[in-house]
C-alpha cells in the first residue's frame, strides 16, 4: 500500500508530536494496517527522540564576563520570582493545583467523621453489649473455678496425694 | 533586582544560545564567543526589554550576531579560501551511560543529526533550530523572521523532511 502525500506530511508531524487529536487519530489507525506508514512514522518517531536527548544534553561551558557582571547561582527563591514573572501562568498553575488538594483534602477529612458516625452505638446498644460481656467473663470464671476445684479434689487428691501417702505409708512398713 | 533576573537568565538560557548558535555557525569557538557577547548584551539591555519576553529578546540577539558572524566569514572565505572545519557538539546522556551498545548508537545517531542539522540550509536550519532545539513557537519565529507562519510550518516540514533523507543518506554510506 503507497502513502499519499498528505499522509505522508501527517505522518511526520505525528511523529514530531506537533499534531492535531484527530490528525493523530488518522495517522494511528492507519499505521495499524499499512507496514510502510509504520516504518516511515518510526524513522521519524526516532529522529525526533534523538533530537530530544541533543536539546536535554549541556554542554561545559566556560564563558568568562567582564568584571562588573558578577553571576551567582540563583537561589531556589529568586527562581521562583523570576519564573513567576517570566512565566505567571506557571505559578498560578502550581498555585491552584496546591489550593485544589487542600480543599479536596478537606471535604475528604470531614466525610470521614460522617461516614464512621454512620456506625455508632446508643447507650442502650452500649449498656446491653457491657452486660453480656459480664455475664460472658462470668461464665468463664465460673468455669476456671470448677476447673480449680476438681483439680484440688480430684486430681490432687485421688491422683497424687493418695497414692503418695500410700506410697509412704509402704514405706514406713518396710523401715518398721 | 537586575542581578538576580540576570543570574536566572544565564542559568537557564546560555545552553540555549549556545546550542542555537553552534547550529548556526557550526563552530565550538564562534559559539562561545557569541554566547559570551550576547550574555554581556542581555546585562547591558536588561531594562530595555521586557522581562517576560526575555526569551525572544535573547534569541533574537544570538540570531544577529550569528548571521553577522556568517556574513564576516562570507566576506572572508571570498578573499581566501579556507576550508571549513567542521566540529561536532559534545553530547552527554547520562540515561545511556550504563549500557555501552544503546551509548554508542544513541552516539553515531546524534552525531548524524548534528552533521545533517548543519548540513540544512540557513533559512531551514533557523527555523528547524528555533522550533525543535529552541522550543520557540510558530509566532515567536514568525515575529522574529518576519515571515507568515504557514510559510514557517512549510519551511519546518520541508527541513524535517530533508534531515530525515540526510540521515538515510549516512546509513547508505
Redesign the interface.
Known sequence: MKISKINK?DI??VA?GDASIFTKLKVYLSIIFNNKAYMLFK??K??KN??K??????????????GY??????SFW??I??LF????IIPVIYASVIIIAIFLAIIVREQVPKESSKHLYTKEQIKVADEKAKYALALIGNILQETNSTIKADIIKKKVAEPLNEGLNIINNIIN | MKSIKFDYLIKNFKQDIYRFSFYMVKNKADAEDITQEVLIRTWENMDRFEFSKAKQWIIRTTYNMCIDVLRRRKIIENLIFEPNEDEELEIIDYDSLNNPLIKFENEALKEKINSAIQNLSEKLRTIFIMYEINDMKYKEISEMLNIPINTIKVNLLRARKKLQAELQNYENI
Open positions: 506530511d511526520i508531524s514530531y524513522e521519524y526516532t529522529t534523538a533530537i536527548s541533543i536539546k536535554k544534553s549541556e554542554q561545559n561551558l566556560v564563558i568568562k564576563l567582564p557582571i558578577k553571576y551567582n547561582k540563583p529568586s527562581e520570582y523570576c514573572t517570566l512565566k505567571p
